[in-house]
């Protein structure tokens, strides 16, 4: 039920320092008041909120822990209801167990997401802002972190409420005139369009980036590809830093997917090093190949790696013919050698193709820079944020796409009701996205996959 009194551990279950256990709800403080007694025999129910109190934590009598009690009163806190949190030490065991005397003495175990769910349905957060703090929570970069950061304060929401006022004032405008019998021309078309207009290329803006937040988000998936010997373990160890891959100049060296993850730019970037594509009759070998082949088809990038010393092969072309779609970065190593590889058909049949050398080090500090440029992000700006999941950029995608037919239809010179309907169910869509009108069953779904304490 939303009016129980919620507990639950707040910070990471492990050993640690301290432990913050979360109360919130209109019984927060009485409950907590029955667990905790301060040192200077003030009840927390007397403390102002923003205030903090020193003492012990019992359970049915007995001392558990010294303890930190910090009060917040509604509708100064983070759900905007009363909260209390206790700061104990950091054990497993008596974690627990000053969570279970909160329990005893009357509260209920908190849900996934169920502090922040409640902090949304008081109105202390849109949903934009709710989902970005599970982003903020399990960011792995720099970039990442930035722009989860600028989704919790706002500026995504900001963006679209102004977009639905816009809409909204566009519509109240023209029902109104319609109510009053005044004719369709009363309607500035021009205004209208140029309005439109502006809306599309805001949310465009929006649906563009959310494959590149996406990246930034969840990291890049890249699969190091190419026959053996090319120098695909090279490249892998290069960008690592460190020897992680075997380099010996026997083919077939590598026979199962080697995975590390790095941070380039302030973003994750997940490397995969894959066996060469052959044919073999090694059956370890085969399933290295094989396993190569599915890791081509779920990587967001490939970095094809040729030969320059040697003509390209059977399986050099059938590994060509394999990378038709998807975004691919063509490395053509060891140009210190004299050239026996057609390079105009690598660069025909690729619009990324690099130069290398590991021997004497040509190009390779372009590596980094050009899988950047082949995912359009080197010049991505974290700081703007992006929509945060795929609820968020299909509720956007939607208003869109309804944006773009209501300003095809004014040019088609369609009904201009039929143009407004299309900007009205615009406007619901934006709503959808920030949570103004959205059904319980969606805001249960979104908040579930929240942990629990947040």
């Given at each position: 039920m939303?009016?129980?009194t919620?507990?639950?551990?707040a910070?990471s279950e492990?050993v ?11 019984k927060s403080?009485?409950?907590?008041d029955?667990v ?9 129910i007397a403390?102002k909120?923003?205030?903090?109190s020193?003492?012990?934590v ?6 558990l822990?010294?303890a930190v009690a910090?009060?917040?009163?509604a509708?100064?806190?983070?759900t ?14 008596v974690?627990?167990q000053v ?10 175990p908190?849900?996934p997401?169920e502090f922040t ?12 802002k ?5 982003n903020?929570i399990?960011?792995r970069g ?8 600028v989704?919790c ?10 977009i639905?006022k ?7 405008k ?10 369709e ?5 021009r205004?209208?369009e140029?309005t ?6 805001e949310?465009?803006?929006l ?14 998936r890249v ?11 090279s490249l892998?160890?290069?960008?690592l830093?460190?020897?992680r ?5 026997i ?10 993850s ?7 970037v997940?490397?995969?090093d894959t066996a060469g594509i ?26 094809v ?6 003509p390209?092969?059977?399986e ?9 779609d998807?975004?691919?970065l ?8 004299p050239?026996e ?5 690598i660069r ?14 040509y ?5 980094k ?7 359009s ?12 999941n795929?609820?968020q950029?299909?509720?956007a995608?939607s208003a ?20 407004f309907?299309?900007?009205e169910e615009s406007?619901?869509?934006?709503g959808?996205?920030?949570?103004e ?15 629990v304490?947040k």
């Amino acid at each position: 039920m939303e009016n129980e009194t919620i507990a639950a551990i707040a910070t990471s279950e492990g050993v640690a320092s301290i432990s913050v256990i979360r109360i919130s709800g209109d019984k927060s403080i009485a409950i907590a008041d029955k667990v905790f007694k301060s040192n200077s025999h003030q009840s927390l129910i007397a403390m102002k909120g923003y205030t903090a109190s020193f003492g012990k934590v019992y359970k049915e009598g007995n001392l558990l822990d010294e303890a930190v009690a910090i009060v917040f009163k509604a509708p100064k806190s983070y759900t905007g209801e009363d909260v209390v949190e206790i700061c104990c030490h950091g054990g497993i065991f008596v974690t627990r167990q000053v969570l279970n005397s909160l329990i005893i003495s009357g509260a209920a175990p908190a849900g996934p997401g169920e502090f922040t769910k409640r902090a949304f349905l008081n109105g202390k957060v849109d949903l934009t802002k709710a989902e970005s703090v599970m982003n903020l929570i399990s960011a792995r970069g720099n970039q990442a972190l930035n722009a989860a950061v600028v989704s919790c304060k706002g500026e995504i929401y900001k963006g679209l409420k102004n977009i639905k006022k816009k809409l909204t004032d566009l519509c109240a405008k023209f029902f109104v005139s319609v109510d009053y019998e005044e004719l369709e021309e009363d309607v500035d078309l021009r205004e209208l369009e140029s309005t439109l207009s502006f809306i599309e290329e805001e949310l465009e803006n929006l649906v563009l980036n959310y494959e590149k937040g996406k990246i930034i988000r969840e990291g890049i998936r890249v699969a190091i590809i190419g026959c053996p010997n090319v120098g695909k373990s090279s490249l892998m160890n290069f960008l690592l830093g460190f020897e992680r891959s075997i380099v010996t100049n026997i083919a077939g060296t590598t026979r199962d997917i080697i995975e590390e993850s790095i941070i380039i730019n302030g973003i994750v970037v997940n490397l995969l090093d894959t066996a060469g594509i052959r044919e073999t009759s090694d059956p370890i070998e085969e399933i290295g190949v094989k396993k190569a082949k599915e890791e081509q088809k779920q990587a967001d990038l490939i970095l094809v790696i040729f030969d320059s010393s040697r003509p390209l092969s059977d399986e050099d072309l059938k590994i060509i013919d394999s990378l038709k779609d998807g975004l691919v970065l063509a490395i053509i190593n060891k140009i210190d050698l004299p050239c026996e590889l057609d390079k105009n058909l690598i660069r025909f049949k690729f619009k990324n193709v690099l130069e290398i050398s590991f021997v004497s080090n040509y190009n390779v500090e372009l590596i980094k820079e050009n899988i950047f440029k082949v995912l359009s992000i080197s010049n991505f700006d974290s700081n703007q944020g992006f929509l945060a999941n795929q609820r968020q950029f299909s509720a956007a995608n939607s208003a869109l796409s309804l944006i773009k037919k209501a300003k095809t239809d004014l040019k088609s010179s369609v009904a201009i009701d039929m143009v407004f309907l299309s900007i009205e169910e615009s406007a619901q869509k934006i709503g959808e996205l920030t949570g103004e009108n959205i059904k319980d069953s969606v805001i249960d779904e979104i908040f579930s996959k929240f942990c629990v304490g947040k």
